[in-house]
């Protein structure tokens, strides 16, 4: 006596109600069409969620549709393209447990029938209602002797079956729950893969966003080996909407904060999180990743990643994926902005006419035409800036530690101390690593133009703050132009520095790659190497991990294995395999110095007891299965 499957139709083998489609069907043309398909939505979800009786709702349903026997072809056709989701990827489960699936709907046996049959449900295991035409063919009403015609039909039809074995309803109505509460069936799957009814949700033994949750659950065969809905994804610090959208679509179950979060805080929510997204704020400490039991990856959605412990989290067997590019036009743009502002006096001038003052005057305003730009780290930034700043006709010299081509007319300076001696602004786009803390101290203020101005939009620690103030005091630069600082707040809200109040001092609050466009596109960037890694195990453009572009996994499972990188481990590895006959498909491997990735492509069937002892091979960090 094993178990039985009982399916709802309507919103849960498919993703719509099939009489809504109907509906729009008949209706096209006729003028007050919304409106009789809003009734008509509603009426439905009346019955749904039992506060009309369900005789009534399909009565004054078919009486609005005005639908004829010609209409039900092209509505099987749409019905076929509206296969839910995970009901289409789950073919196998139908197929192989036919026997044990049952539908019973409220809809008709006319619509049920055609799309039903090609997941090996057969015509006498649908249980629905039938239509009357009339001679003209037209729809004018429904068998009223079916019991699932009636209000509660559903339970009166699974007691005439007496099915054998425990009984499982899966639905996404009251009207399917209600063969439970009436003891009939022995669970309830409320299912929300298409619409979350509250009434269903809150009464069911179990919710299932979608069929690989309630294949899981069983352990019955499934096309996903884990399903997605339970991967949780926890974004930080305000992230672009996008992201959410991205990652939820591709089923996964996403939470989202506004804010940094500080490290206790962190360490009591990072439990049970699968996926961390993060922006500059978000300090990833060893005693975070601690507490991180089920932590695969973090999305860094930024480019810097030193607030990111990157070898605890290579240690602990964590990807860590950034955005290296997405944010560095608008940049670009802010410094460019700065560079005509100072060397304008702008916001002096804005100061001083918000306090009532008009200061008409040319004194000190230049034009940036023809002036020289120092360019400290000729980057992804350092390089596009280097080429706009052309276009406006300034003179660029740059200087990198690594050899980088000139692009346009750029002049490479050999030393530090040769740039800053001859630029009149000198911005400043060297990357994150602690080593460049106070890169520009008071030897290299002393070294620059009497008169320049400097800008910095890289980190805040590489500018020794206190000597800059002074510099500013005594006039020996200019002006200057401040996106990040030594010490940044977690949240809005108060902020002090001592560049505070400085004559020509424009300060901005880490905003640099903070546009519309930029967010975009990491949302859309980072999430796309988060999934790339979730389902498929691909580590390109990887920040701390070993990167690896895998084929297509098809027909076959994927096994992925991360060890420490001593000797003897592959060897451990294929030994493991092939105690138990594995049919090795394909084998890849990256290392690096600390950790290697081996993955693993192998025929679907095998003893899975093999998992297990891939787990317990020593030195072994993580360990997946893919399918
Ligand atoms: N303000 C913002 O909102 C914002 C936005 C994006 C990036 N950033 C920051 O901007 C900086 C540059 O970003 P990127 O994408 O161009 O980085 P990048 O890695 O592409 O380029 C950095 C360049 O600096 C060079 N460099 C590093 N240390 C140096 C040193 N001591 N002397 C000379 N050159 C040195 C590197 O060789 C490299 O060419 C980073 O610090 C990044 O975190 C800030
Ligand atoms: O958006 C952020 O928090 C950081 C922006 C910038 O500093 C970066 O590293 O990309």
């Not at 997204?277 to 089920?294: E, H, Y």
């Amino acid at each position: 006596m094993g178990r039985k499957y009982v399916f709802d139709f309507d919103s849960t083998l498919t993703q719509v109600e099939a009489l809504d489609v109907l509906a729009e069907m008949t209706l096209q043309g006729r003028i007050d069409r919304d409106d009789v398909i809003a009734q008509i939505q509603e009426i439905t979800n009346l019955g749904i969620d039992g506060d009309i009786s369900f005789t009534q709702s399909l009565e004054s349903r078919i009486k609005l549709l005005k639908a004829h026997k010609e209409h039900l072809k092209p509505l099987v056709e749409e019905l076929r393209q509206k296969i839910s989701k995970s009901i289409a990827s789950n073919k196998e489960f139908f197929q192989k447990f036919s026997d044990d699936i049952y539908v019973i709907s409220c809809g008709f046996k006319e619509f049920i029938d055609p799309i039903v049959a090609e997941y090996d449900i057969p015509s006498e295991r649908v249980y629905a209602n039938t239509f009357k035409f009339d001679e003209e063919g037209n729809i004018v009403g429904f068998d009223e002797t079916n019991v699932l015609a009636t209000h509660n039909g559903k339970i009166e039809c699974l007691k005439m079956l007496d099915l054998e074995g425990e009984v499982q309803v899966i639905g996404d109505g009251y009207s399917d729950y209600v063969m439970r509460e009436a003891g009939i069936a022995h669970k309830f799957f409320a299912y929300t893969e298409n619409v979350h009814r509250e009434k269903a949700a809150s009464n069911a033994d179990h919710v299932a966003p979608n069929l690989d949750e309630f294949l899981f659950v069983n352990d019955l065969p499934r096309n996903l080996s884990y399903p997605k809905n339970r991967i949780k994804i926890l974004l930080l610090e305000n992230v672009h909407p996008v992201a959410f959208d991205n990652l939820s679509e591709d089923g996964f179950s996403v939470e989202l904060v506004d804010r940094s979060l500080s490290e206790d805080e962190l360490i009591e929510r990072i439990k049970g999180v699968h996926v961390l997204g993060i922006r500059s704020k978000t300090q990833i400490t060893p005693k975070v990743l601690d507490a991180a039991n089920k932590l695969l990856v973090i999305g860094a959605f930024c480019i810097g990643t030193t607030q990111i412990d990157l070898d605890s989290c290579k240690k602990h067997g964590i990807v860590v994926f950034n955005a290296p590019y997405s944010n560095t036009r608008s940049v670009v743009e802010l410094a460019l902005g700065q560079i005509i502002m100072l060397m304008r006096f702008i916001f002096p001038r804005n100061k001083e006419l918000h306090s009532g003052i008009w200061n008409k005057t040319a004194s000190n305003s230049h034009e940036v035409r023809g002036k020289n730009l120092g360019i400290v780290g000729y980057g992804n930034i350092g390089k596009q800036l280097s080429v706009l700043a052309e276009a406006m006709g300034m003179r660029v010299y740059y200087y990198d530690i690594e050899d980088r081509l000139a692009l346009g007319n750029a002049v490479k300076c050999d030393t530090l101390e040769d740039l800053l001696n001859v630029s009149d602004v000198v911005s400043l786009h060297i990357d994150d690593n602690p080593a460049n803390k106070n890169f520009i101290g008071e030897r290299e203020l002393a070294q620059m133009r009497k008169g320049a101005f400097l800008i910095n939009l890289s980190r805040g620690f590489v500018v020794d703050i206190p000597h800059l103030v002074e510099a500013l005091k005594t006039k020996k630069l200019a002006g200057a132009a401040f996106d990040v600082y030594p010490k940044e707040p977690r949240k809005n809200g108060r902020f002090e520095s001592e560049l505070q109040q400085l004559d020509n001092v424009i300060l901005t609050p880490h905003i640099g790659g903070s546009t519309e466009e930029a967010q975009r596109d990491i949302a859309d960037f980072v999430p796309n190497k988060i999934m790339a890694y979730i389902n498929s195990g691909n580590t390109v453009d990887a920040v701390n991990f070993p990167n690896i572009r895998l084929p297509k996994q098809v027909n076959a499972h994927r096994f992925l294995h991360i060890h420490e990188n001593v000797p003897g481990i592959m060897a451990r590895i294929n030994e493991v395999l092939a105690q138990y006959d594995m049919n090795i498909i394909g084998q890849y491997l990256s290392t690096d110095s600390d950790v290697g990735y081996v993955i693993t492509d192998l025929d679907k069937d095998y003893n899975k007891q093999v998992i297990k002892d891939l787990k317990r091979i020593e030195h072994t960090i993580k360990f997946r299965v893919l399918y």
